[in-house]
C-alpha cells in the first residue's frame, strides 16, 4: 500500500499527506465526541421518554396506554416486562371507536408530545364523552388520563 503513495509523492510529500489525512480524521473525530455530528442520532426528539415511561409503569397495573407517536421507543423504555397494555390507533376514531368499546374499568392514558398534532385527538375523545385530564407533562411529553363515560344500564 505505502508504495503505491512513493510513486506518487516523492520524497516529504508523503509526510505532508500523512498530516493532512490525520488533521482532517481529528477533526471530524472531535465533532464526533462532542456531539456535533448528527449522524444516527435522533436530534433529542426522545429526550425525557425515560422519564414519561416510569410515570406510566409506575400506574396502576393492566393500565391501558394509547400511544400514536412514539411506538418501539416508548415500549424499549416500559421495559420488556411490564404489566401495562400499550395500544397504537392509526387514526383518532379509530381509537375513540375501539376504546368506547373496552370493558375493562383499568385507568386510561393517552400519551404525545406538545409538537405533535394531537388536538383533533383529543377533540375526538371528548367528543365521544371522554374526559381527558392532563396528569403529566415533562420537556414536551404530554400524558393524558382518560376518564371513559358513563355507560347506561
Not at 8 to 16: A, D, F, Y
Not at 51 to 60: G, I, K
Not at 76 to 95: I, Q
Request: proline letters at 7%; glycine letters at 8%; aromatic letters at 14%.
Amino acid at each position: 500500500f505505502w508504495d503505491w503513495w512513493r510513486v506518487r509523492l516523492p520524497g516529504n510529500e508523503i509526510s505532508l499527506a500523512g498530516l493532512i489525512c490525520l488533521a482532517v480524521i481529528a477533526s471530524g473525530a472531535r465533532d464526533a465526541a462532542e456531539g456535533r455530528l448528527n449522524v444516527g442520532a435522533d436530534r433529542g426528539e426522545h429526550q425525557g421518554i425515560d422519564s414519561v415511561a416510569s410515570y406510566l409503569d409506575a400506574r396502576p397495573v393492566g393500565a391501558i396506554i394509547y400511544d400514536h407517536w412514539f411506538g418501539w421507543e416508548l415500549d424499549y423504555y416500559l421495559g420488556e416486562w411490564t404489566n401495562k397494555r400499550r395500544v397504537y390507533y392509526p387514526t383518532a376514531d379509530a381509537l375513540t371507536r375501539d376504546a368506547l368499546l373496552q370493558p375493562d374499568p383499568a385507568p386510561r392514558y393517552f400519551v404525545t408530545a406538545s409538537d405533535k398534532p394531537h388536538a383533533s385527538w383529543l377533540e375526538a375523545l371528548e367528543n365521544t364523552g371522554f374526559e381527558p385530564e392532563n396528569v403529566y407533562q415533562e420537556g414536551r411529553f404530554l400524558v393524558y388520563e382518560l376518564t371513559p363515560p358513563v355507560q347506561d344500564g
